[in-house]
């Protein structure tokens, strides 16, 4: 193919013209390219929304120039995000979500049959785009044990009396919408309504900042935490990156794990209990990042 | 920055001229772009060498349009190929490598203290180009318990009377050159010269066809077999699979690994025992593809 004198892209946000027939989101150096068939839906709002179909990861959410998921491979990240904090604990029955828009996390969090979710978004839109163009949730929002609600995610936990027995952030990279949510108090107003929380916490080999940033906040919101790590091969250079935190000490147990998942019985594409346990191993160069060696 | 009309790029084979300054590698549908300072070196031989100082990967090495290793994460793919099968045994004493011209593996490979490492590289302007330009192996092709022949692998193996602790193949992406060692008769020679083999194996997200028929011939070769998974950034996508053989069981026992890893004292900045035994558990799709559920 050929590139036209007109065509720009830069290496911080995604572009995309109607001649271009490439979604490009750059990474200091690197970047990503997404050959796309159509532009579904395009709204600049409290952000940039692009729903685009593409040849061969189905559809794409991307948010400020950067991808939130594909169709293609969405579990790899909605299913290590949620069954790692559930496969934790014995009855996850009242769970949070801040973030999460697509719906993605809503539906792995059901399949623990939960008593009750609340996810709250800050941006309508996204949502609304998502079960317009997407789908991914399979009527998840709308199921009667989910509430969803537009507001922001630190007020939401600043002020809620209620408690959780889990708190997912399925946030997007820091940008002005979601850069609360790497923040110190965020995650001490967490730790007071919830005994386990989980987050993405960004691509430690690109992000190596924003990663060491939330560690750190995180670190003096809870007492104890774990990084653990999983391969998304959309989101930057494929290396994600997760935090579990919690008051109590966390010991990942194989045989509970083991015990809870055939238990629940659920129906994966990515996440085994295996899986979940490996995840928690990381490779010495991220491990010397995080000096614990 | 801007593409002018000029410019083009081929998702299967990297393209590059003094005006475009990204390399870029397609993968059906999806590509890589990385961002290039200056071409060391460029020559058509029995493959296409090209060798780049990137913006923030260090030197990139790329033949027949493939990235085959840059100095930033190189470590990630010979630690994983090298580390994890020679703590697999006590005393591995004669390695033999085939492929591997940049010399990284030979590089691991010493720090076990083996008593003979035989390389069988078919292209000989690889090793030179690599020891001009990029120098990764840090002198150990030149080391003297290391002989370099400059044969076909394929003919090494079919014709050698000598046996070896362990084999390890640092090939290309299949190749003109390289196709020979996915081919079954490549496993069975292989399987009567030594008890344990590792060789990379593609992505098997991105590489689907090529990674199984690797895995299905190297199965008629060796009794036993497993497919271990990890993170290298500039391959595909940024998973990698490596497949470990051997006419024995293979049970990898994490503190006999650990014992082993303990009593070489190797210095690594990706591997480490905890690694190792991760790598060997596969998301839910890979056991699928493999048949193992």
Redo the contacts between chains.
């Keep these: ?5 007109s ?3 830069t290496e911080s946000s995604g572009s995309m013209n109607s001649v271009v027939q ?1 979604f ?1 989101e750059g990474y ?8 796309v068939k159509e532009i579904l839906f395009e709204k600049k709002g409290l952000q940039h929304i692009q729903i685009f179909e ?4 189905g559809k794409m959410l991307v948010l400020d120039g950067k991808i939130q998921l594909t169709e293609r491979d969405e579990v ?1 990240y909605h299913e290590m995000l949620v069954h790692v904090p559930l496969f934790m604990i014995d009855g996850p029955s009242k769970i949070l979500v801040i973030g999460g828009g697509d719906g993605g996390s809503v539906r792995e969090i059901l399949k623990h049959e939960p008593d009750e979710v609340i996810m709250v978004e800050i941006d309508r839109e996204v949502v609304e785009a998502c079960q317009m163009h997407i789908g991914i949730d399979g009527g998840a929002l709308k199921d009667n044990r989910v509430t969803v609600l537009f507001e922001d995610g630190i007020e939401f936990v600043r002020t809620s009396k209620e408690k959780f027995d889990v708190i997912i952030v399925d946030g997007t990279d820091p940008n002005p919408v979601s850069k609360n949510l790497i923040a110190e108090e965020f995650y001490r107003y967490c730790s007071k309504i919830a005994n386990l929380f989980a987050t993405q916490s960004q691509s430690p ?2 992000q190596d900042q924003y990663f060491i940033e939330l560690i750190q906040n995180a670190q003096r919101g809870f007492n104890f935490y774990s990084v653990y ?1 999983n ?1 998304v ?2 989101y930057p ?3 994600w990156s997760y935090l579990l935190a919690s008051n109590s000490e966390l010991n990942p147990n194989y045989d509970e794990i083991k015990r809870r998942w055939e238990e629940r019985n659920i129906e ?5 209990p ?2 979940h ?9 991220l ?1 010397r990042r995080l000096g614990e060696i």
Excluded: R
């Excluded at 193919?1 to 004198?5: A, D, E, G, S, T």
């Excluded at 994966?268 to 085994?272: A, D, E, Q």
């Excluded at 995840?279 to 160069?285: D, H």
């Design positions: 193919m050929k590139f036209k004198k065509e720009k892209f490439w490009v200091n150096g690197s970047a990503l390219m997404i050959k593409t040849e061969s990861f790899m080999f690109v790590i391969y091969p959309t250079l494929g290396l994966t594409k990515h996440y085994n295996e899986l346990m490996a995840s928690f191993a990381l490779p010495q160069w491990k």
